[in-house]
């Protein structure tokens, strides 16, 4: 199964997620986040739920939704 790793560009209100597959192949999503609200669209949504379905695209959306929240929150301060 497929792996990844999200990382926060916080200054710049940017998420990055690197998807490594099973054969060592790569792919990397941008994406900007509101820093007030936390809100973000992920359009790839669709293409990695058909490549490794809707319980991988959760959890991997689990850990992005972490992120931005912290992200959010020490904006405001807590």
């Given at each position: 199964?497929?792996?990844?790793?999200c990382?926060?560009?916080?200054?710049?209100?940017?998420?990055?997620?690197?998807v490594?597959?099973?054969?060592g192949?790569?792919h990397?999503?941008q994406?900007?986040?509101?820093?007030?609200?936390?809100?973000y669209?992920?359009?790839?949504?669709?293409?990695?739920?058909?490549?490794?379905g809707a319980?991988w695209?959760?959890?991997?959306?689990?850990?992005v939704k972490?992120?931005?929240?912290g992200?959010?929150?020490?904006?405001?301060?807590g």
């Amino acid at each position: 199964m497929a792996t990844f790793r999200c990382e926060l560009d916080a200054p710049n209100n940017i998420v990055m997620v690197m998807v490594t597959e099973d054969d060592g192949s790569e792919h990397d999503y941008q994406f900007d986040f509101d820093p007030r609200s936390g809100r973000y669209e992920f359009s790839e949504r669709d293409i990695l739920e058909r490549d490794f379905g809707a319980d991988w695209v959760d959890e991997m959306e689990s850990a992005v939704k972490k992120l931005i929240d912290g992200a959010v929150a020490a904006r405001k301060g807590g």
